[in-house]
């Protein structure tokens, strides 16, 4: 599931971009409130998941969420 919310908070990112803000900086409002928003959306989440969880589990669950936005980003460019 992190890795689908990785995924998922790139293609939101990049929607929002185009829709709001395409040729301006990739650092304006729109794009920055979604991306603050699906990491909002990463972190509740795992809290309502992981509440029980110890540590490891939440550097798993951050590696997996990070690495699929890495991989994302690679194919990307």
């Keep these: ?3 689908s919310l990785g995924l998922l908070t790139c293609f939101i990112y990049l929607y ?3 829709a709001f803000a395409f040729m301006e900086s990739m650092w304006s409002w729109e794009p920055l ?4 928003g ?3 959306l990463f972190i509740v989440w795992n809290i309502y998941m ?3 969880e110890r540590n490891r589990y939440w550097a798993q669950a ?3 969420y990070l690495a699929s936005i890495a991989i994302f980003a690679y ?3």
């Excluded at 409130?33 to 603050?36: I, V």
């Design 62 to 64: 951050i590696f997996s």
């Design 75 to 77: 194919f990307l460019s």
């Design 1 to 3: 599931m992190n890795a």
């Design 16 to 18: 929002s971009w185009v």
């Design 38 to 40: 699906s990491i909002t």
């Design 50 to 52: 992981l509440k029980n």
């Design 33 to 36: 409130l979604s991306l603050a």
